[in-house]
């Protein structure tokens, strides 16, 4: 039986891929189980600095499977239930996660799919990819963080015109919107992911890592709370092998050369 979540490294580059082409990519509670065990051991692995997430055949993801939902033997209310749990979890694991972490969206990214498109740090769209929250239109309310994210990323008049008329979002206005990072060709999404997730890499990840714990909870601190920890942040990242190369390479007037010994630990 094939798996239905598939993770491939090359090199430093991880790619997990959801592959039920034939459900629309749509997850069950077994995949999307196997997906929070996926992200978890990418968080702890070392050896791999950026993960990219993509769908297998010609969808990106069309979020829960409402079929197996349907028939639940406890209801929808109970599938729902179950579902959210691990999904929302896997969401906290990319948010929580100190690495990059880029959407390739080879296709339609629908329901829970475009919510966990949002909660990614980087989109690649494929210029006929479209975006669809979907939630609305089968009479459920939106989960993922979808509702976290999609006002931080558009504003919130744009976010509830979103999720009132649930119409579906081209690439195009998705980078007008600030939904996608970037357009690309068809068949292209994946092949611009790994050279975004190859330029990433030569960055400080443990910066980026600090950067966007930070950037992600500015939203739930009063701004002495946050001017805090931006302090602290800061003194961590100055006391780090890449903090002090960079100020080095700065005085030195060189390019500095990050992650030479640990991709993600602080010390």
Known sequence: MNEPIKTTALGEIATVTIDRPKFF????????????????????????????ISGGGKVFCAGGDLKWAKNWPDGPAAAFHNLAARYHQAILEIRRMKKPVIAAINGPAAGGGFSLALACDFRVMERSAILRQAYTSSGLSIDGAGTFN??????????????????????????????????VEDGLALEESTNMAHELAQKSLHSFGLSKRLLTDSFNHSLEEHLEYEREFLSVAGDHRDGREGVSAFVEKRMPVFNQICLIRAD
Request: net charge negative; charged share 20%; glycine share 4%.
């Open 150 to 183: 999609l006002p931080r990323l558009v504003g919130l008049a744009k976010a509830l015109e979103i999720a009132a008329f649930d119409r579906p979002i081209s690439s195009e206005k998705a980078l007008e919107w600030g939904l996608a990072t970037k357009v």
């Open 25 to 52: 990519n749509a997850f069950d509670l077994d995949t999307i189980s196997l997906l929070v065990s996926h992200l978890i051991n990418l968080a702890v692995n070392d050896s791999v600095k950026v993960v990219i």
